[in-house]
């Protein structure tokens, strides 16, 4: 039995070994872990570095039916991905304001539609719409 001024063994205060010293809860020793760690490589993203879509690749290609000799440099790219990206933000957010009016849930093609009307100048609108009307067209008869 224990004496009466030293603390029982449940009462024993818990004390933290350090873990390298430590035996291992199932009685085996275990090997100490190599303090080198090996690094994994980081795959790139195939989307570069701004970790976001662009619109460049396909910039070569309408430029290629329009000027057939002529190219972009890196920053002419760019430029044309800021412009794209800013007037798509601004068609989308105008379409998404028109369903939100009209308490509707889905953002259809006379939404866009509309979007379109109201950001775009009228003879570029026509234009613009013309030509959707057109890839329209053509993507439903490819099916």
Known sequence: ???PGSPSPAEEPLVCQDPEKASSPNGK???PRPRHRRHRRRRRSRLGT???PTFAIYF???LKEVHAGLSLSKEAKAVLDCFVRDLFERIADEAA???RNKKG???TYRDIQSGIRLVLPSQLYKY???QANKALIKFISSK
């Open 29 to 31: 020793e275990e090997k």
């Open 50 to 52: 701004s970790q976001q």
């Open 128 to 130: 613009a719409d013309s």
């Open 105 to 107: 849930s889905t953002l």
């Open 60 to 62: 070569p290609k309408v």
């Open 1 to 3: 039995m224990a004496e």
């Open 97 to 99: 304001n028109l369903v």
